[in-house]
């Protein structure tokens, strides 16, 4: 062998190289990637839609439910498994927040897959990762768009109910309330109203919709009346539920936008999208006459939802259980 020659690059030039190439491993640590489990949890996409798949076989509505759930995660603090935590005698998480009580669902169903996804490779899989995939495959489960879910997500040794209260946009928030929610998370009015359409499954509560069919003008004179019939004007029945989207309840499709432009949203949030010459009217009927560009624009705004300020790298932990640091 040849000795080795004097190294061609002048001092400057090694460190720039250096330099480069140390900025590329932070940024790939730094950086969500469709692969991340290649290696170490092959199995682990296909596990975990199995699982979505049986569960919202049993329960059409736990695939509206788990959509919901990543959504609440990544609002609050970024998408790091922070909804999860359970509140104890010395800590309070996100589980009471004022969205969150008495409404979101589908812990247990996450703490099978993290089971499943433990016994599998243990220690690997994130639980805000497992948010993210298994809100993909509960909106294809029920008919909807596919896309590919980034990975690498590490789950957070916080929570905080204050930011849970603020930053999860509210049912009586006006057109432009909702678009300064999803702006102050990054988002375009235009994105804001693809990822409403997430309502066009899953259920609300009396509660949330009350003041609307009592009280409202731009809503359709015989779904108001329907809907009277499980939802008293008092206090009572404030649990009981009626479909966000009421012409097709469990499939993921574009009859939500359809339903806005007739005067048959059912939140007030979701009327503010159509509503008497708004801005966004005209995005809420061509979602309503052209189902493919709705599915584009969502799955493309899901995937910017999921980047929403994971921890990587060396940062947060992968949880054990879901519910409580490791
Ligand atoms: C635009 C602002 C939004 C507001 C004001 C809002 C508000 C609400 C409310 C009040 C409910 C009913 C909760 C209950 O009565 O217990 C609900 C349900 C739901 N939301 Fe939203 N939401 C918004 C955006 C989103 C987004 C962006 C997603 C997901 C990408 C989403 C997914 C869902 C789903 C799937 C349900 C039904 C859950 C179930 O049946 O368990 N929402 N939302
Ligand atoms: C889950 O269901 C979807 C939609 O029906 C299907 O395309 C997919 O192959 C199923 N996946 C598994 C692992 O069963
Ligand atoms: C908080 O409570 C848990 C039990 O719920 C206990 O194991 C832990 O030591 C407590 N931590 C602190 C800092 O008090
Ligand atoms: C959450 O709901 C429970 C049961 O309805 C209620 O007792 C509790 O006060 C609520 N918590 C908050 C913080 O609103
Ligand atoms: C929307 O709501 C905000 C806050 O409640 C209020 O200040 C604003 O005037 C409302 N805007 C419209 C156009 O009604
Ligand atoms: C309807 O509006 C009136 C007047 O503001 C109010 O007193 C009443 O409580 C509202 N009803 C419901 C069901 O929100
Ligand atoms: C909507 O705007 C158009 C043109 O600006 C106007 O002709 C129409 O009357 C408006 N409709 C409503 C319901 O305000």
Redesign the pocket.
Known sequence: MASPKTFPLPPMNIKFCLGLVLLLIGTASAQLSPNFYANSCPNVLSTIQSAVNSTVANEL?MG??L??L??HDCFVNGCDGSILLDDTANFTGEKTAA?NN?????FEVIDNIKNQVENLCPGIVSCADILAVV?RDSVVALGGPTWTVQLGRRDSTAASLSAANSNI???A?NLSG?IT??SNKGFTANE?VA??G??T?????C??FRGRIYNETNIDSSFAASLKSSCSSSTAGDNN?SP?DVSTPNAFDNAYFNNLVNQKGL?H?DQQLFNNNGSTDSQVKAYGSDQGSFFTDFANA?VK?GNLSPLTGTNGQIRTNCRKLN
């Open positions: 509505r509206a439910s959509l919901r990543h959504f969205p008495n409404s979101v669902r589908g809100a946009p509210s049912p928030q909702l929610s999803f804001m990822l409403s997430a309502h499954i899953g259920q609300a509560r509660t949330n539920l966000l939140l949030s899901m939802m």
